[in-house]
T-cell receptor
Framework: DAKTTQPNSMESNEEEPVHLPCNHSTISGTDYIHWYRQLPSQGPEYVIHGLTSNVNNRMASLAIAEDRKSSTLILHRATLRDAAVYYCILSWEYGNKLVFGAGTILRVKS | DARVTQTPRHKVTEMGQEVTMRCQPILGHNTVFWYRQTMMQGLELLAYFRNRAPLDDSGMPKDRFSAEMPDATLATLKIQPSEPRDSAVYFC??????????????FGSGTRLTVV
Protein backbone atom coordinates (compact mmCIF):
# COMPACT_ATOMS: atom_id res chain seq x y z
CA ASP A 1 0.00 0.00 0.00
CA ALA A 2 1.28 3.44 -0.91
CA LYS A 3 2.26 5.58 2.08
CA THR A 4 1.10 9.02 3.13
CA THR A 5 2.87 11.53 5.36
CA GLN A 6 0.93 14.00 7.51
CA PRO A 7 1.96 16.40 10.28
CA ASN A 8 1.34 14.98 13.74
CA SER A 9 -0.74 17.94 14.82
CA MET A 10 -2.02 21.33 13.75
CA GLU A 11 -3.81 24.15 15.46
CA SER A 12 -6.38 26.55 14.09
CA ASN A 13 -8.51 29.41 15.29
CA GLU A 14 -12.24 29.10 15.17
CA GLU A 15 -13.91 30.45 12.02
CA GLU A 16 -10.63 30.57 10.12
CA PRO A 17 -9.74 28.30 7.18
CA VAL A 18 -7.61 25.24 7.82
CA HIS A 19 -5.30 23.61 5.31
CA LEU A 20 -4.31 20.06 6.22
CA PRO A 21 -1.44 18.77 4.05
CA CYS A 22 -0.70 15.22 2.96
CA ASN A 23 2.30 13.96 1.03
CA HIS A 24 2.04 10.80 -1.06
CA SER A 25 5.05 10.76 -3.33
CA THR A 26 4.68 7.04 -4.23
CA ILE A 27 1.07 7.34 -5.35
CA SER A 28 0.15 5.23 -8.37
CA GLY A 29 -2.06 6.28 -11.23
CA THR A 30 -5.04 4.31 -9.95
CA ASP A 31 -4.83 5.37 -6.30
CA TYR A 32 -7.68 7.46 -4.97
CA ILE A 33 -6.98 9.98 -2.20
CA HIS A 34 -9.40 9.63 0.70
CA TRP A 35 -9.84 11.79 3.78
CA TYR A 36 -11.56 10.61 6.91
CA ARG A 37 -11.78 12.18 10.32
CA GLN A 38 -12.38 10.77 13.76
CA LEU A 39 -14.00 12.87 16.43
CA PRO A 40 -13.32 11.98 20.07
CA SER A 41 -15.00 8.71 21.12
CA GLN A 42 -16.50 8.13 17.68
CA GLY A 43 -15.80 5.99 14.65
CA PRO A 44 -14.06 7.47 11.62
CA GLU A 45 -16.21 9.58 9.35
CA TYR A 46 -15.83 10.01 5.60
CA VAL A 47 -14.91 13.55 4.57
CA ILE A 48 -14.02 13.58 0.90
CA HIS A 49 -12.08 11.76 -1.79
CA GLY A 50 -10.66 12.41 -5.24
CA LEU A 51 -8.49 11.06 -8.02
CA THR A 52 -7.03 13.92 -10.07
CA SER A 53 -9.28 16.95 -9.98
CA ASN A 54 -10.06 19.18 -7.03
CA VAL A 55 -13.25 18.22 -5.24
CA ASN A 56 -15.75 20.11 -3.14
CA ASN A 57 -18.55 18.91 -0.91
CA ARG A 58 -20.53 20.33 1.98
CA MET A 59 -17.86 19.39 4.50
CA ALA A 60 -14.61 20.37 2.83
CA SER A 61 -12.56 20.84 -0.32
CA LEU A 62 -9.77 18.64 -1.59
CA ALA A 63 -6.97 20.22 -3.58
CA ILE A 64 -4.78 17.75 -5.45
CA ALA A 65 -1.38 18.75 -6.82
CA GLU A 66 -0.89 18.42 -10.55
CA ASP A 67 1.68 15.64 -10.10
CA ARG A 68 -0.60 14.03 -7.47
CA LYS A 69 2.30 13.67 -5.05
CA SER A 70 0.52 15.79 -2.46
CA SER A 71 -2.94 16.98 -1.53
CA THR A 72 -4.56 19.41 0.89
CA LEU A 73 -7.80 19.11 2.76
CA ILE A 74 -9.38 22.52 3.22
CA LEU A 75 -11.91 23.29 5.92
CA HIS A 76 -13.25 26.69 4.95
CA ARG A 77 -14.32 27.86 8.41
CA ALA A 78 -13.14 25.72 11.28
CA THR A 79 -15.50 25.23 14.19
CA LEU A 80 -14.87 23.63 17.56
CA ARG A 81 -16.71 20.56 16.25
CA ASP A 82 -14.01 20.10 13.62
CA ALA A 83 -11.45 19.19 16.28
CA ALA A 84 -10.56 15.63 15.37
CA VAL A 85 -7.90 13.34 13.94
CA TYR A 86 -7.77 13.70 10.15
CA TYR A 87 -6.55 10.77 8.09
CA CYS A 88 -5.26 10.94 4.52
CA ILE A 89 -5.41 7.50 2.90
CA LEU A 90 -4.60 6.11 -0.53
CA SER A 91 -6.66 3.29 -1.91
CA TRP A 92 -6.64 1.56 -5.25
CA GLU A 93 -10.07 2.44 -6.61
CA TYR A 94 -13.07 2.90 -4.38
CA GLY A 95 -14.23 -0.22 -2.61
CA ASN A 96 -10.83 -1.49 -1.72
CA LYS A 97 -9.38 -1.53 1.73
CA LEU A 98 -8.37 1.61 3.59
CA VAL A 99 -5.15 1.43 5.61
CA PHE A 100 -5.10 4.17 8.22
CA GLY A 101 -1.91 5.92 9.33
CA ALA A 102 -1.45 8.07 12.43
CA GLY A 103 -3.26 11.08 10.96
CA THR A 104 -3.14 14.74 11.99
CA ILE A 105 -4.64 15.88 15.27
CA LEU A 106 -6.43 19.15 14.59
CA ARG A 107 -7.01 21.43 17.54
CA VAL A 108 -9.39 24.36 17.14
CA LYS A 109 -9.12 27.31 19.50
CA SER A 110 -12.02 29.58 20.32
CA ASP B 1 -29.17 8.92 7.83
CA ALA B 2 -28.48 5.20 7.43
CA ARG B 3 -26.25 3.75 10.12
CA VAL B 4 -23.94 0.84 10.75
CA THR B 5 -25.09 -0.76 14.00
CA GLN B 6 -22.63 -2.52 16.27
CA THR B 7 -23.48 -4.55 19.34
CA PRO B 8 -22.61 -4.62 22.14
CA ARG B 9 -21.28 -1.10 22.67
CA HIS B 10 -19.22 -2.22 25.65
CA LYS B 11 -18.03 -5.66 26.73
CA VAL B 12 -15.99 -6.66 29.77
CA THR B 13 -14.95 -10.27 29.85
CA GLU B 14 -12.49 -12.50 31.60
CA MET B 15 -9.42 -13.86 29.90
CA GLY B 16 -10.15 -17.13 28.15
CA GLN B 17 -13.81 -16.40 27.45
CA GLU B 18 -15.32 -16.27 23.98
CA VAL B 19 -16.36 -12.86 22.70
CA THR B 20 -18.71 -12.23 19.79
CA MET B 21 -19.17 -8.78 18.29
CA ARG B 22 -21.92 -8.10 15.78
CA CYS B 23 -22.37 -5.60 13.01
CA GLN B 24 -25.39 -4.72 10.92
CA PRO B 25 -24.15 -3.03 7.75
CA ILE B 26 -26.20 -0.47 5.90
CA LEU B 27 -28.82 -2.16 3.73
CA GLY B 28 -27.53 -2.59 0.20
CA HIS B 29 -23.86 -2.18 1.03
CA ASN B 30 -21.76 -5.00 -0.39
CA THR B 31 -18.45 -4.35 1.39
CA VAL B 32 -17.88 -4.79 5.12
CA PHE B 33 -14.71 -4.08 7.12
CA TRP B 34 -13.56 -4.89 10.63
CA TYR B 35 -10.99 -2.58 12.26
CA ARG B 36 -9.39 -2.57 15.69
CA GLN B 37 -8.14 0.59 17.40
CA THR B 38 -5.72 0.89 20.28
CA MET B 39 -3.67 3.82 21.52
CA MET B 40 -0.44 2.04 20.61
CA GLN B 41 -1.32 0.68 17.16
CA GLY B 42 -3.97 3.07 15.94
CA LEU B 43 -6.56 1.76 13.48
CA GLU B 44 -5.69 -1.69 12.16
CA LEU B 45 -7.60 -3.48 9.42
CA LEU B 46 -8.50 -6.98 10.56
CA ALA B 47 -10.64 -8.29 7.70
CA TYR B 48 -13.01 -7.29 4.96
CA PHE B 49 -15.73 -8.86 2.87
CA ARG B 50 -17.30 -8.21 -0.50
CA ASN B 51 -20.71 -9.75 -1.21
CA ARG B 52 -20.23 -11.78 1.99
CA ALA B 53 -17.03 -13.44 0.73
CA PRO B 54 -13.81 -12.73 2.67
CA LEU B 55 -11.34 -10.75 0.56
CA ASP B 56 -8.56 -10.15 3.04
CA ASP B 57 -8.15 -11.30 6.61
CA SER B 58 -4.38 -11.02 6.76
CA GLY B 59 -4.56 -8.53 9.62
CA MET B 60 -6.37 -10.95 11.89
CA PRO B 61 -4.67 -13.34 14.33
CA LYS B 62 -5.92 -16.60 12.83
CA ASP B 63 -5.48 -18.75 15.89
CA ARG B 64 -8.07 -16.92 17.95
CA PHE B 65 -10.01 -14.56 15.70
CA SER B 66 -12.65 -15.40 13.14
CA ALA B 67 -14.87 -13.20 11.01
CA GLU B 68 -17.97 -14.26 9.12
CA MET B 69 -21.00 -12.91 7.30
CA PRO B 70 -23.82 -15.40 7.83
CA ASP B 71 -26.05 -13.21 5.69
CA ALA B 72 -26.00 -9.78 4.07
CA THR B 73 -27.42 -8.10 7.18
CA LEU B 74 -24.99 -9.47 9.74
CA ALA B 75 -21.22 -9.59 10.17
CA THR B 76 -19.62 -11.19 13.21
CA LEU B 77 -16.17 -11.05 14.76
CA LYS B 78 -15.32 -13.74 17.30
CA ILE B 79 -12.38 -14.05 19.64
CA GLN B 80 -11.80 -17.40 21.32
CA PRO B 81 -10.08 -17.48 23.72
CA SER B 82 -9.83 -13.80 24.55
CA GLU B 83 -6.64 -12.30 26.02
CA PRO B 84 -5.95 -8.97 27.77
CA ARG B 85 -4.02 -7.77 24.68
CA ASP B 86 -7.29 -7.97 22.71
CA SER B 87 -8.63 -5.02 24.70
CA ALA B 88 -9.43 -2.36 22.13
CA VAL B 89 -12.27 -0.64 20.29
CA TYR B 90 -13.50 -2.72 17.37
CA PHE B 91 -15.12 -0.87 14.48
CA CYS B 92 -17.23 -2.20 11.67
CA UNK B 93 -17.66 -0.23 8.45
CA UNK B 94 -19.69 -0.78 5.32
CA UNK B 95 -19.74 0.64 1.82
CA UNK B 96 -20.90 0.05 -1.70
CA UNK B 97 -18.40 -0.88 -4.35
CA UNK B 98 -19.39 0.87 -7.53
CA UNK B 99 -17.76 2.67 -10.39
CA UNK B 100 -18.60 6.26 -9.63
CA UNK B 101 -20.55 8.56 -7.38
CA UNK B 102 -19.81 7.15 -3.97
CA UNK B 103 -19.83 8.68 -0.53
CA UNK B 104 -17.18 6.71 1.31
CA UNK B 105 -17.47 4.08 3.95
CA UNK B 106 -19.72 4.42 6.98
CA PHE B 107 -18.33 3.35 10.32
CA GLY B 108 -20.25 2.13 13.32
CA SER B 109 -19.81 3.51 16.83
CA GLY B 110 -17.60 0.62 17.81
CA THR B 111 -17.51 -2.08 20.48
CA ARG B 112 -15.20 -1.28 23.38
CA LEU B 113 -13.77 -4.59 24.57
CA THR B 114 -11.98 -4.99 27.88
CA VAL B 115 -10.45 -8.35 28.71
CA VAL B 116 -9.42 -8.71 32.35
Amino acid sequence: DAKTTQPNSMESNEEEPVHLPCNHSTISGTDYIHWYRQLPSQGPEYVIHGLTSNVNNRMASLAIAEDRKSSTLILHRATLRDAAVYYCILSWEYGNKLVFGAGTILRVKS
Amino acid sequence: DARVTQTPRHKVTEMGQEVTMRCQPILGHNTVFWYRQTMMQGLELLAYFRNRAPLDDSGMPKDRFSAEMPDATLATLKIQPSEPRDSAVYFCASGLKRDRGNHGYTFGSGTRLTVV
